[in-house]
């Protein structure tokens, strides 16, 4: 018997293997490939997507950054700037509304709440209000125009995501923290938000995933080229490489505008877990 339970141990372990091992391929097989044929020239690209390059053409990616009418580089400017700025004030609002709701007693504290949450449940039509509001502000194709819908999109998950963490919390640790004389405020600061920073922490790393990504919202927002963020400027971008010459640049154009977020999931990923299930662990 205990044999046989070994030999099970192994089986599932060797398949767990296996698995990992095929998902990772899946998953790492399209990067390396693009990124194989960003090295190349159009006609090597043409001929053979999957050949390896005959001779490395680096020159691709500084095209690719200063593309005429296209530019790589001022797309990546301006997503940096919409996501550094959304994701700052995400960071800083939805914790302390998180700890507000969950720690806070005061009127209507579960109306506020469950308002927050309500806004998990707003999907398209929001857009043309959204569009309008802009349009009133004189915001339209500004980054502000992208900024303000991105943190009010982002607020309720973060928020619930936040409450949790802090709802996790022994009451004794707040306690001891009025007995010692900290004031609501550095109680949360100096005492509550440490214990969330893995939640924190996952809840920035999202929202940069899915603001650098993000591009509906930005087609409608945003009207010149030079306000264009990454996913906006390389719809263009690729409009002016459709011809096959082109094909190693363009693919250039694709990695740069995924490597910031791999170098980021490749770091991080394992924070993203752990604030993901740090309640969990705290309950």
Do not use: H
């Not at 915001?139 to 900024?147: E, G, K």
Request: charged share 10%; glycine share 6%.
């Amino acid at each position: 018997m205990e044999m046989e339970r070994v030999l099970v141990r192994r089986v599932k372990r060797a398949l767990t293997y296996l698995f990992v091992i095929g998902y990772s391929a899946v998953i790492l097989f399209p990067i390396g490939l693009l990124f194989i044929n960003s090295l190349k020239t159009g006609t090597e690209v043409y001929a053979d997507p999957l050949a390896l390059p005959k001779s490395p053409v680096f020159s691709n990616y500084l095209d690719a950054w200063n593309w005429p009418n296209a530019s790589i580089a001022r797309g990546f400017i301006n997503s940096a700037v919409v996501v550094g700025m959304a994701v700052a004030i995400i960071a800083i609002i939805a914790p302390m509304a998180g700890y507000s709701l969950s720690r806070l007693e005061f009127r209507g504290r579960k109306v506020f709440f469950y308002v927050f949450m309500a806004g998990m449940f707003v999907g398209g039509p929001a857009i043309v209000a959204m569009y309008r509001l802009m349009m009133n502000l004189g915001l339209v194709n500004t980054y502000w125009a992208l900024i303000l819908p991105y943190v009010a999109g982002a607020m309720p998950f973060s928020i619930l995501m936040m409450w949790t963490c802090f709802s996790a919390i022994p009451r004794a640790v707040e306690d001891s923290a009025k007995i010692d004389g900290l004031s609501t405020f550095q109680t949360y600061w100096k005492i509550m938000l440490p214990q969330t920073t893995p939640a924190l922490f996952t809840i920035v790393i999202l929202q940069v995933i899915w603001i650098w990504n993000e591009f509906l919202l930005g087609l409608i927002m945003l009207k010149t080229p030079d306000m264009f963020t990454l996913p906006l400027m390389l719809t263009r971008f690729a409009a002016g490489t459709t011809n096959y010459l082109y094909f190693g640049v363009f693919a250039a154009g694709i990695f740069i505008s995924i490597l910031p977020l791999v170098i980021i999931y490749a770091i991080f990923s394992d924070r993203i877990q752990r604030g993901m299930t740090m309640q969990f662990v705290k309950g």
